[in-house]
């Protein structure tokens, strides 16, 4: 072939041409094997891979909420009290061993400036930093033992996002689209919105499918009308004719897939352009707060300034849950330092401005679902990708801490108003009952009625999890 010149079959049309198709052969095996094979049902059609799944068994949550402090909110300044932190405050933490700090010279003991109090009927102390959120508190699992396997931002909100230290995994919106589908045709499956300042460090990979079909990754959704950019087409189109294109496109790809198969981009590609079309009606829809009363905007706090955005956010993740959504992510907290959770030189300043912020938005969305019959299928998770040291750093903030922090799930057949592990006299490591992140993913999946040892992804020469490395769903929480 010369230089420069067009090849006329590609490389995988040469195999199923060469040898009288036996290479082709042997390729569609091992394409069959790690389950990359375009699937067609019964009737020969293309199966959709969104397509709705029965569970593995009895679900209690059909959707999940899953709030994310990115950043890694202090659990001894906010849901895990500690009188001998306060006791020993400025005095060195000694009986733990090496201290493992991320910025290295670990401080003395730091008390939480916090004042604790017993909320609810159930009596859990909670923070004074938190005052509508622990009205809440009688419907709140809080897991005060769960430790993670790295101090570093990034690896830490992979590991939470996909139970894996590393980038290229599906994250558990991914799984859970993969097990169960869609059960709307109108909005993605798996849904992100990320914070006005940014998003996390590891950006999209953190709601990527990884080495499952692009189907199943996570959509971006921005605030106000235009969720997706450049979803919406110009005034001029005529919508009967954009039909017409997109069939004709959709005829072409359907027929270039079919010589193509194991093509996952290309899958995907179609099912969004058939699911685009339906969202340029139905996704402004669903964002578009206008027509809720002015109640429930106030119940989100929607119109003050500390409390808008995220309470918005807040109101659009209930909206999709009514129009069958299955997955939902919002972050609180964006850039570095304290444009998030990231308390290092500043913890006052830094977890005042973000419980400020998340404080009612939250509130409002537990009473919102449970007043509209929502909550009981609906599982709300909240968490960062660690916690905070017990420790000072720089004698005003906190450094990071994975070996022991406090998560909390409401909803979805949780059993409220119990706490569940515990953390050391100063809150440095898990010491009862500790939760590992697999296990709270095991939790997860469990409630969706998944179990999560069967619910697997041939890759690589092995059946791989979100659970490679081991966890069991907490039976307690529910």
Known sequence: ????????????????????????????????????????????????????????????????????????????????????LTRHHGKPMTGKGDIEVFFGNPGNLMASPYEFKPRGGCGLEVSELYPQLSTQIDEMCLLRSVYSTSNNHSPAIFMMNSGNMRPGNPSLGSWTTYGLGSFNDNLPAYIVMYDWRGGPIGGAPNWSSGFMPAAYQGTAFRSGNTPIVDLNPPKWVDPHLQRAEIDFVQKLNREHLAGHPGNSDLDARIASYELAFQMQTHAPEAVDISKESEATKRLYGIGEKTTDYF?????VARRLVERGVRFIQLYSGGGHQQESWDAHYGLDENHRL?????????????????SRGLLDSTLVVWGGEFGRMPISQSAIGRDHNPHGFTMWMAGGGVKGGQAIGATD??????????????????????????????????????????????GDPILKVF
């Not at 296990?439 to 469990?446: C, E, G, K, P």
């Open 311 to 315: 309470g918005r956010q807040c109101l």
């Open 1 to 84: 072939m010369k230089k420069n010149e067009i090849p006329r079959m590609t490389r995988r049309e040469l195999m199923f041409r060469a040898g009288a198709g036996f290479a082709g052969l042997a390729f569609a095996d091992l394409l069959d094997a790690d389950g990359l094979l375009e699937r067609t049902s019964a009737q020969g059609k293309r199966s959709n891979p969104l397509a709705a799944k029965e569970p593995h068994f009895a679900a209690r949550a059909k959707s999940v909420i899953f709030l994310f402090m990115y950043g890694g909110p202090s659990h001894v300044d906010l849901f895990d009290p500690k009188p001998e």
């Open 354 to 370: 973000h419980c400020a912020e998340t404080d009612r938005p939250m509130a409002g969305l537990l009473q919102d679902l449970k």
């Open 425 to 470: 006299e100063f809150g440095y490591k898990a010491a009862v009952d500790p939760v590992s992140v697999h296990d709270v993913h095991a939790t997860i999946l469990h409630a969706l009625g998944l179990d999560h040892r069967k619910l697997t992804w041939y890759y690589g020469g092995r059946d791989q999890r979100l659970t490679n490395f081991g």
